[in-house]
């Protein structure tokens, strides 16, 4: 008997965690449509190498947010201001196909997806508003300055979308950078989309890493939804927990 309470009791903690979680744990999910405008390599000397037969293609992509898994920093600069969620984990997933293709953002170990704000607060020519949601990876990853750096190459792929406002209506980072209050906002602004692969090289005498190859792909947005995945509610999970107490409660007075 008292191995079932004690299971029913880890039941209502599970339940009653649940609860907790389910208020912050609020997937964002941003289904778009396109149509590739220009896609190119361009190599550590500059030299641009156009893809006519890219464009047109049709673009389908998904890019999932999870909210509740990005780590917020915030950067000033003498006239911007910035502030980046950096995912933790797998907290950014993406889809993606062009021209029937798939491409995967995330093909490589090191997650480096993002959600971005920029915004230019002082100065004789504001910038525009810019917000970025991406997802990334790289096949290998040390920030310059924070550890000695091999020589090799890595690898970077990334697939964004990109909302940019001259007006300046898109964010205010004074008062937070909250993805979810944004959902009406960047709704109503049509973005552009890029995708794009990179091949970089490092040096250890220097401690940098530089571009080398890279190919770009930018597209137009046709069609863009943005819309939070449905979770339990934490009153539908209050009840399972209650429930779940009820159910204990009547098994030890029926065998008492």
């Not at 778009?32 to 000397?45: A, K, M, P, R, W």
């Not at 490092?202 to 943005?226: E, M, P, Q, R």
């Not at 209050?238 to 098994?251: D, E, K, P």
């Amino acid at each position: 008997m008292r191995t079932k309470i004690a299971t029913a009791r880890a039941m209502m903690i599970a339940a009653l965690s649940m609860v907790a979680g389910a208020a912050h744990a609020v997937p964002i999910v941003f289904d778009f449509t396109g149509t590739v405008t220009e896609s190119y390599d361009l190599d550590f000397g500059g030299i641009n190498t156009p893809h006519p037969h890219m464009s047109g293609q049709t673009v389908i992509g998904r890019i999932t947010v999870e909210t509740d898994q990005l780590l917020a920093r915030t950067d000033m600069y003498p006239v911007q201001r910035r502030t980046t969620l950096s995912e933790t984990g797998e907290a950014i997933t993406s889809e993606l196909t062009i021209g029937g293709v798939t491409y995967d953002a995330a093909a490589f170990a090191g997650a480096t997806g993002f959600v971005d704000g920029m915004e230019f607060h002082s100065g004789p020519n504001l910038g525009p508003d810019i917000v970025r949601v991406g997802d990334a990876s790289t096949q290998y990853w040390v920030a310059p300055g924070e550890a000695p750096l091999p020589d090799g190459t890595y690898l970077f792929r990334e697939l964004a979308l990109y909302w940019s406002d001259a007006d300046r209506g898109l964010i205010d980072l004074l008062n937070g950078f909250d993805p979810l209050s944004l959902i009406p906002v960047l709704a109503a602004t049509t973005p552009i989309g890029y995708y794009q692969e990179v091949t970089g090289h490092c040096f250890a005498a220097a401690n940098d890493c530089v571009t080398g190859l890279g190919t770009y792909t930018y597209f137009s947005i046709d069609s863009l939804s943005i819309s939070t995945a449905r979770v339990p509610e934490p009153g539908a999970l209050a009840l399972f927990a209650m429930g779940v107490l009820g159910v204990a409660l009547g098994r030890r007075r029926r065998q008492a």
